[in-house]
């Protein structure tokens, strides 16, 4: 049941902590070497794998395009990440080397069971993803990796998107350990890190007051645009489909990069923008070049809505709000970034007295192509 929250959204927002710390559970052995029993693919085809292709629909998807940049670091194999119904209908280049992971809360999803079937008749290994035991998905791929999020109710997904990177990130770390693109200890850091994001994401669970009031100030907004670099990338189109199918605004989140080559356009006065600011103590000045996208929209008038994190001053001139995260390394802010636009999303639509755990027009688990 809903545990005392207002709606089962609320509830597994909360729900967010454990799903990751249950995700990474019981997946090193004593040495601190991960172990993932559950995946039965011949190690020697691990080795020999020469690309990844992760195929999954909407929020699922998303949380593949973070992983693309995890493993691709951790691994130096190429990673694609597909919509499943658009690997399935073109003539996907596939073979014995390729590993298709197919990530899905449900298993049912009928556009990413097709792409499974289909990158399995070309002779490629299929790793699942999934949250749903004993669904179809898993029963058709070659190996699973059951994320623990517990169930998920509310048609828009949460917990299950911060279980499918944390799952995710395990698979490429795993990879990464066989195939020795990384030393030890540096997958057990990550690892350390990683074991640290369930008491973060509590922490912005606890200061969430300031979106929420903000949100319910917004109720009459009628576009809001997402930007992120990097990582924050497609945790900004994570937003704003949150926000599209729990509050029914026009929302779209773009590549901050991608600004002058046209979005920066729809910039006029007012116009609510959120940016996703990676971490300053991070590399690649990527920090730098998100707060110049930020200085860029705000002198033509944006509303800025920023998610830095906690002692990055450099983005207080050019925010109209500043939601807090906590220091975090690059690669794992996408699980506090989100939190905030996720609840964001929620309160927003109750704001404007909307049904959150069932938006119109959708379904939990879409079973049809
Ligand atoms: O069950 P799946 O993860 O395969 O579902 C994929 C998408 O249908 C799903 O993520 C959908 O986009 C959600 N409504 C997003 O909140």
């Known amino acids: 049941e809903k545990g005392g929250f207002s709606s089962f959204m609320d509830k597994e927002i909360h729900d967010q902590p454990h799903a990751v710390a249950d995700t990474l559970l019981g997946r090193t052995d004593l040495q601190g070497r991960l172990v993932l029993d559950e995946l039965h693919v011949d190690e020697a085809v691990l080795r020999q794998v020469d690309k990844i292709i992760v195929v999954a629909c909407g929020t699922a998807a998303y949380a593949g395009q973070v992983a693309k940049y995890a493993i691709e670091h951790w691994c130096r194999i190429p990673v694609e990440v597909e919509l499943a119904h658009e690997f399935r209908y073109r003539d996907p280049v596939v073979n014995a080397r390729t590993l298709v992971v197919a990530v899905s809360q449900s298993g049912e999803t009928m ?11 070309q002779g490629a290994k299929v790793v699942a ?15 699973v ?4 999020a517990g169930p998920e109710v509310a048609v828009a997904s949460t917990k299950a998107f911060l279980a499918q990177i944390t799952a995710a990130y395990l698979l490429g770390l ?14 057990a850091e990550v690892l350390e890190d990683l074991r640290a994001m369930p008491e973060k994401i509590q922490r912005v669970l606890d200061g969430a007051d300031h979106v929420r009031e903000i949100a319910r100030s917004m109720a009459g907004t009628r576009s809001v645009l997402f ?32 600004l002058k080559h046209g979005p920066i356009a729809l910039i006029e006065e007012g116009q609510p923008v959120f940016v996703i600011v990676p971490s300053p103590r991070g590399r690649d000045q990527l920090h730098s070049k998100v707060i110049s996208n930020i ?10 809505l920023v998610i830095a994190e906690e002692g990055d001053d450099a983005v207080l001139p050019y925010a109209d709000e500043v939601f807090r995260v906590p220091q975090t390394p ?8 989100v939190v905030p636009l996720q609840i964001f999303a929620c309160e927003l639509a109750t704001a404007k007295g909307l049904d959150v755990d069932q938006p119109r027009n959708l379904a939990k688990s879409v079973t049809v192509e």
């Open 295 to 304: 200085q860029e929209i705000r002198a033509r008038g944006a509303h800025t």
């Open 227 to 258: 930007l992120g670099r990097h990582v924050g990338y497609p945790v900004a189109m994570e937003g704003a489909l949150k926000l599209k199918e729990l509050a029914y605004i026009h929302a779209e989140g773009f590549a901050a990069g991608e």
């Open 145 to 148: 990796l059951y994320t623990h």
């Open 129 to 143: 993803i999934v949250n749903t035991h004993g669904s179809t998905i898993p029963r058709e791929s070659d190996a």
């Open 330 to 337: 690059t690669l794992l802010a996408p699980l506090v970034a």
């Open 111 to 121: 556009d990413t069971l097709m792409a499974v079937r289909h990158a399995r008749e």
């Open 174 to 187: 795993y990879l990464a350990q066989l195939r020795g693109t990384k030393f030890p200890d540096e997958i």
